[in-house]
């Protein structure tokens, strides 16, 4: 299709004569559109736009992926999120070994003091002299014996005489055995 | 049945760069009159989008001026939701471009700035765009008895003012 023929515009005759007529009543001439050589710079300017026609067309093939920018994004985030899921399963994996391991040691370890407390007890016993026999006879325990108090009354029994309440006097002591 | 796919448009002929040079300062016009800070820029843009299409255009003059029309809409509406109406650019005189200015006497476009906006429209487009009323459906995106009911309102509207001013229009 040629733009000579675009140009040509077929209307009817009534349009045309409506048009004239239109014209004639607003004062106008009949309007020419003087046919214009077009100007090396019209020339120029008309290329350069068909360029950039040409240019936002190509642009216009990539388009629909750029109109779907969030697809695009969770595309992109897809590794990185199974990245990240992969490493924080790992972490916790890692971290109940972990906690596990560090449990079994604290067992461990109470134990090994416990065996150490009693290896101390027996090592400590086995250490002490042995405890002298004779001296153990020669000083019999009493657990009433009261170290401080001598006796007196050289192995005698003493009964303490019975004295009326009105004397106020000391008691006498009446020997019970060895009369003499 | 098979169909034969329409030919796509030759963006590199010489018939594309008489279009071009005929079809450019049209359109930066077409821009401004909608009240564009950049109407080169958006003109340029309505080319390389017309030149992006893959698929067939059919009318591709309706398809550059439709273009140059949203772009500058959407210029004056820099947030989506802020609802600034066609009117509130289409009356603005400031808006009116240098060609009006020429074509038409100051009377005539004060009795232009009193039709409503959309009437205006199709009127501009019929009468000093020269566009067929198929082409001005593309581009307004309505249908083509549409446009042509409001060319005709705008017409019967012209007529009644001028003819209460007293037959203003001796100039024609």
């Known amino acids: ?180 | 049945m098979q169909t034969v796919a329409p030919p796509q448009l030759d963006f590199e002929s010489t018939d594309f760069f008489d279009a071009f040079a005929l079809l450019y300062p049209r359109l930066v016009n077409y821009a401004r009159r909608y009240g564009a800070t950049f109407p080169e820029d958006i003109t340029q843009e309505a080319f390389v989008i017309l030149m992006q299409r893959e698929t067939h255009v059919e009318h591709p003059v309706a398809f550059l001026y439709g273009t140059v029309r949203t772009l500058s809409l959407t210029e004056k509406r820099p947030m989506k939701n802020q609802n600034l109406s066609l009117d509130a650019i289409l009356l603005d005189p400031g808006f009116a471009s240098d060609a009006e200015g020429q074509l038409l006497s100051r009377e005539i476009r004060e009795h232009m700035r009193t039709l409503s906006p959309t009437f205006r429209e199709a009127l501009w487009l019929f009468v000093v765009e020269g566009l067929s009323i198929r082409e001005i459906a593309g581009i307004i995106d309505i249908p083509e008895a549409t446009v042509k009911t409001r060319i005709f309102r705008a017409k019967a509207q012209l007529r009644e003012q001028l003819n209460s001013n007293g037959g203003v229009h001796a100039m024609a």
């Open chain 1, 1 to 180: 299709m040629q733009w000579h023929d675009l140009m040509q515009t077929d209307e009817s005759a009534e349009d045309l004569a409506l048009r004239t007529e239109l014209q004639n009543m607003l004062g106008m001439a009949p309007v020419q559109h003087p046919h214009l050589e077009p100007t090396s710079d019209a020339i120029a300017l008309a290329k350069s736009l068909h360029r950039e026609a040409m240019r936002r067309r190509h642009t216009a093939a990539v388009a629909p992926i750029r109109k779907r920018p969030f697809f695009m994004l969770i595309a992109a985030a897809i590794p990185v999120i199974l990245c990240i899921t992969a490493i924080g399963t790992w972490g916790v994996k890692q971290k109940r070994r972990a906690d596990v391991l560090a449990a079994k040691t604290k067992e461990l370890e109470t134990k090994q003091n416990r065996i150490d407390a009693a290896r101390e007890g027996v090592r400590n016993r086995e250490s002490q002299p042995p405890p002298n026999p004779l001296e153990s006879e020669q000083k019999p325990v009493s657990p009433n014996a009261n170290p401080n108090q001598t006796p007196s009354n050289n192995g005698e029994l003493i009964k303490p005489e019975e004295r009326p309440r009105y004397l106020n006097s000391r008691p006498e002591q009446h020997r019970v055995g060895n009369r003499r």
